[in-house]
């Protein structure tokens, strides 16, 4: 089998948990801030569009309140200005003012003004909370709401087009009747759409509806008719006049004619603002409300006349399958094995690669779930690739042990335990021999067989596991002193006949660990092990031992104190040593520590290992990364 396939819960599990977890973030909607300001940023990045033709804004600025208006503007200024906005025959004026009672002198005046065109839309408050009336001398085709419709995060995004009063009664908004006024000229009237029948289409153009789930929405309330609005690229998407400079007569007549006039306040005193990340040149996001419905007028007028598209989404389940697939995107590149540095810069370039495509998407006005995928793609190819490549690390390491494995037991096989199996077969078994020779020899025959078992089963068990010689497993990860102990015991056990007679005066102390790794404490048991195993074979005649492992100071000891005949004497030069002791050498040097074994009086031998708790964080660290 596939070993790929054999170890899939390895392999995409994870990831798969990883893209889950980012799907389910989604579905509880706490994504939709960030995709949010991802997709203003996306909108107000775009390159500038032109200056649209057919809407124009006449702003009430503050220093038209401070020196001729003052505020609210008067029902006779306000007829005045009407009246003077008439004279270069716009299609349709509309008043984004409140204007349901008579302010200051004129309300005749303003009354008979407004009556006297069809073409002047006034605006009114429709939501039940704060219901503001249209003014009482439009007639119904001429008012329209202005109810904006805000997110959670108090940004406008979406532009209420059609809902119905408290009484059920449908009513249409400030900009559709405005729209509407401007299209009739040319003969083209409000209808149901063709592809959804509940929404609105004038001409060719359908205008999509907002639904719960469009784009990053979750489950948002999608109450009356709703649409995205693809505001007008740039700083200055609509040519602006002040009251003062229309009053003053000084305009070019084709900034008005046959054009949508919006008349609105910009006056910061007003606070009439709404917020909106995705117009470009504001700061701090506040947009006259009055500039809001021209961004709603021109993009339906846009749509109908040159094409503009609106704003268009992915299906729901889209959106989940191109997050899926860029985590299983993620998911590969964490198993395709390389350098860091390399892996980095694959994951930067695709990462922008898909940045980029977003962001090209929306210039040609396609939202796509820009947060989530690139989230599942980055987090599977960047957390996912250090755990991979240490898998294939690991799988590689043992690869090759057990190849060492195979190659050592074949030459064992081989050489050693072929002349000892030729020697006990060549020696009868009524042949006299020195005392428990043959049964000792018999002894190191099994041992020598055993060692590939051992060696293999120590591959295979946990990184956290020491195996001794005689197969038995001890857990690393418990504290050192008992580590020690259990070594110890089996040890002991292993030779239960040497150590029966043998007087034993044993210490065993808890020891500061904290700074070892596992691989030094695996060194650690081995080399109690091995020292005991020498007094086995070297110190004969021992009747006492004495082991101690404690701490000592700031230092930790290791000490093991025989009383053998056949060990190191005062008079001999110290061992050069074999593997055992360079193994122990080379221990002390790893951890910072010293390792002496030296003849005591009058006989005996005492191997000692004594090294620092506290090693320098340089010599700690240079440890650890020798380790991997």
């Known amino acids: 089998m596939n070993p790929w396939r054999s170890n899939w819960k390895i392999n995409i599990l994870p990831g798969l948990s990883i893209t889950g977890l980012i799907i389910l973030t989604r579905l509880l909607g706490l994504l939709q801030p960030l995709e949010w300001k991802v997709f203003d940023l996306s909108l107000r990045w775009r390159p500038a569009e032109t200056t649209d033709s057919r809407v124009t804004i006449v702003t009430l600025t503050e220093d038209d309140i401070q020196t001729v208006l003052g505020y609210p503007i008067t029902d006779r200024a306000l007829a005045e200005l009407v009246q003077t906005i008439q004279t270069y025959k716009p299609k349709a004026i509309g008043i984004d003012i409140f204007r349901d009672q008579p302010v200051g002198e004129g309300f005749e005046e303003l009354t008979d003004t407004l009556q006297a065109f069809d073409n002047v839309v006034g605006i009114y ?74 929404t609105m289409r004038f001409g060719p153009a359908e205008i999509p509806r907002f639904w719960p789930n469009t784009g990053a ?66 700061n701090p996001s506040l947009v006259p409300g009055v500039e809001i419905q021209a961004h709603a007028i021109s993009q339906i007028l846009s749509a109908v006349l040159d094409q503009r598209p609106f704003l268009k989404t992915l299906p729901d389940g889209l959106d989940y399958i191109l997050i899926m697939g860029a985590g299983l995107l993620g998911l590969a590149l964490a198993h395709w094995r390389r350098k860091p540095l390399g892996h980095l810069l694959i994951i930067v370039i695709v990462g922008s690669t898909g940045l980029i495509l977003s962001y090209g998407l929306m210039l040609v006005s396609w939202w796509v779930p820009t947060v989530p995928i690139v989230a599942a793609f980055l987090l599977n190819a960047a957390v996912l690739y250090p755990f991979y490549q240490a898998q294939e690390r690991l799988r590689s390491k043992l690869y090759e042990r057990q190849i060492l494995i195979n190659q050592t037991y074949n030459t064992i096989h081989n ?12 020696w009868p078994l009524e042949e006299s021999a020195p005392a428990k020779m043959r049964e000792e020899l018999q002894v190191l025959n099994q041992e020598l067989r055993g060692v590939y078992d051992t060696m293999r089963q120590e591959m295979l068990l946990s ?12 857990d690393l990860q ?35 660990d904290t700074q070892l790794s596992i691989d030094q404490k695996r060194d650690l048991g081995r080399f109690l092990e091995e020292t005991l195993l020498n007094v086995t074979k070297y110190a004969k005649s021992t009747t006492r031992l004495k082991i101690e492992c404690r701490q000592e100071g700031d230092y930790n000891l290791i000490r093991i104190v025989d009383n053998g005949k056949d060990g190191l004497t005062k008079s001999t030069s110290p061992i050069q040593g074999g593997y055992g002791t360079k193994q122990a050498e080379t221990l002390a040097r790893n951890l910072g520590g010293q390792f002496q074994r030296t003849a005591m009086d009058p006989q005996g031998v005492c191997c000692q290992l004594r090294w620092p708790i506290r090693q320098s964080l340089w010599w700690h660290w240079v440890n650890r990364w020798a380790a991997q």
């Open 125 to 198: 408050r429709i939501d039940e909370d704060v219901t503001i009336p249209p003014p009482p001398m439009l007639p119904e085709e001429q008012v329209g709401f202005a109810d904006a419709v805000l997110d959670k995060d108090g940004f406008l995004r979406r532009s209420l087009l059609g809902t119905a009063d408290a009484k059920g009664n449908y009513r249409f908004a400030f900009t559709v009747q405005l729209v509407s006024k401007y299209l009739a000229a040319d003969g083209i009237i409000l209808e149901n759409g063709i592809q959804d029948a509940e």
């Open 463 to 474: 990184t956290e596991t020491l195996v001794l010689s005689g197969q038995q497993t001890i």
């Open 478 to 512: 418990q504290p050192l002193k008992e580590l020690l102990q259990e070594t110890y015991q089996i040890t002991l056990e292993r030779h239960r006949d040497f150590f029966t007679s043998i007087i034993r005066i044993i210490s065993f102390e808890p020891m500061d």
């Open 415 to 426: 050489g050693p335990l072929q002349t000892l199996a030729s020697m006990l077969s060549r």
């Open 217 to 282: 929405y979750i489950r948002e309330a999608a109450g009356g008719n709703q649409t995205l609005i693809n505001f007008r690229a740039g700083t200055q998407p609509f040519t602006k006049l002040s009251y003062q400079t229309l009053m003053s007569g000084q305009v070019d007549a084709s900034l008005l004619q046959d054009r949508v006039v919006l008349v609105g306040y910009t006056a910061e005193s007003v606070k009439d603002f709404v917020s909106s990340g995705a117009i470009a040149g504001t």
